[in-house]
């Protein structure tokens, strides 16, 4: 089951599939697109699985035994694939919120957002090479962009598994925050990364022209939202 959680500008897509330690069947890939579709509008998107075992434990061996063609095996991650492109194509920030661990697609769903927050205790991998395949699902591709060619290839290559403050130190995950508190404090961020203006950061970083980055500079500055956050700041001394 794929949940879909709207909250004053956030959406919350969950993978909850407990007894498959939320891997991902084709079904879930058809719950995915749909999530994505209700989640269209909101300012900032959060991808996670339920529970604090596993982020997403990669496809789910059990249903896609069943692919035994090499026209089964490409129609299965083109169509994973592009909903991998649809969360980095998210107009907001997209956050991966590692719950728990990420492993082989699991990785690959992680990095397709812009920002990964890790509980302490999560590990995280590209470990396709264990069952003699690759990242299909464009993990591979990003993995580089994020961590540089030599070490995603050590990574992908190697199928090491690391924990989450190694996954911080090399730029794969980019901040780990205590498990105790871990609910409430990515909640916290991704409601921050929810506003108006993390939406337009994200659409200049993303190669803006410098007319195009100004104009939305020039747009917040006349809005109620700025205006009113100034004012709270110039009459705080009075």
Known sequence: MVDLELDDGLAVITIDRPQARNAISLETMDQLNKALDGAEGARALVITGAGDRAFVSGGDLKELAALRTEFDAS?????????????????GPTIAVLNGHALGGGAEFAV??????????????????????????????????????????????????????????????DLVLPRASF?????????????????????????ATTTEAVAAFARLWVSDEHWAAADKVMNRNK
């Open 183 to 207: 609910e409430p404090d990515w909640r916290a961020i991704a409601r921050a990364l929810a506003s108006r203006p993390a939406g337009e950061i994200k659409r200049v970083m993303k190669g």
């Open 75 to 91: 129609t299965m991650a083109w169509r994973m694939r592009a909903i991998c492109d649809r969360i980095a194509g998210f107009p």
């Open 112 to 173: 397709s957002a812009d920002i990964r927050l890790a509980a302490d205790d999560i590990k995280i991998g590209f470990n396709q090479v264990t069952l003699e395949i690759m990242p299909a699902w464009g993990g591979a591709e990003r993995l580089v962009e994020l961590v540089g060619y030599s070490k995603a290839l050590l990574l992908a290559g190697t199928g090491m598994v690391i924990d989450a403050a190694e996954a911080e130190r090399i730029g794969l995950v």
